[in-house]
């Protein structure tokens, strides 16, 4: 694919239903293609379909709706190296950046303006093995490390990567169910049980839409 030219599945403009920024107006750029295959995954049609476009297209998409926080996800947005282009270009243009990322690409080469949002992946996604470590050296204050846990021994592992890596010194820490899978309650009890200095979330957007909706 060209820098100049991103496969998008779609850009929609909805409620932020994850992160530190949950609740909030956001627009999304969901880019085509995923280097994973997690168990749980909730967009597979992410992975082939979408549209070429170039980047003053997004951006004049972007313009048309009332919002200047934007989410750049996928599948795996760092999969297509030009997105580089397109968080620059959108930091440029006085757009408030998060980048939600798989934590199995690296993140150096991203706009240090931009807000990285890392899903580290455990065991129960059976993608654990792909988690790229060393990117956590890259993470800074205003970052956050994701965890979604499947059952108790995601927990005990999310847990002990946390102690591992020294995650809450470095950055924000988010925890949440898989949706379907992972009891809410009992995964909110674990988290106060132990005191662990994260944030519990659920994705908000799908207790307020049909989950299987797109484009919400």
């Known amino acids: 694919m060209s820098e100049s030219v991103l496969k998008i599945n779609e850009i929609f403009y909805s409620i932020q239903g994850e992160s530190s920024h949950s609740g909030r107006p956001c627009i999304f750029v969901r880019l085509t293609h995923c280097n994973l295959r997690c168990s749980w995954c909730d967009s597979e049609y992410t992975f082939h379909?979408?549209?070429?476009?170039?980047?003053a297209e997004i951006m004049s998409s972007l313009?048309?709706?009332?919002?200047?926080?934007?989410?750049?996800?996928?599948?795996?947005?760092?999969a297509q190296t030009g997105v580089l282009d397109l968080m620059r270009q959108l930091c440029d243009a006085k757009y408030q950046v998060l980048l939600e990322t798989s934590g199995s690409l690296p993140i150096a080469a991203v706009d240090p303006r931009v807000q990285r949002i890392v899903d580290f992946k455990c065991p129960g996604s059976g993608m654990a093995d792909h988690n790229l470590w060393s990117i956590v050296?890259?993470?800074?204050?205003?970052?956050?490390?994701k965890f979604v846990i499947a059952d108790q021994g995601d927990y005990r592992w999310a847990k002990s990567k946390i102690s591992e890596h020294a995650l809450d010194k470095r950055c924000h820490l988010l925890m949440s169910p898989v949706f379907g899978v992972m009891d809410k309650l009992e995964l909110a009890e674990w988290i106060l049980a132990d005191g662990l200095p994260v944030r519990f979330q659920i994705q908000l957007h799908k207790h307020v839409w049909d989950p299987s909706m797109r484009g919400v």
């Open 63 to 78: 313009a048309k709706h009332p919002c200047k926080l934007v989410e750049v996800t996928g599948g795996e947005p760092l």
């Open 49 to 55: 379909e979408g549209r070429n476009m170039s980047l």
């Open 137 to 145: 050296d890259d993470l800074g204050p205003k970052d956050e490390v």
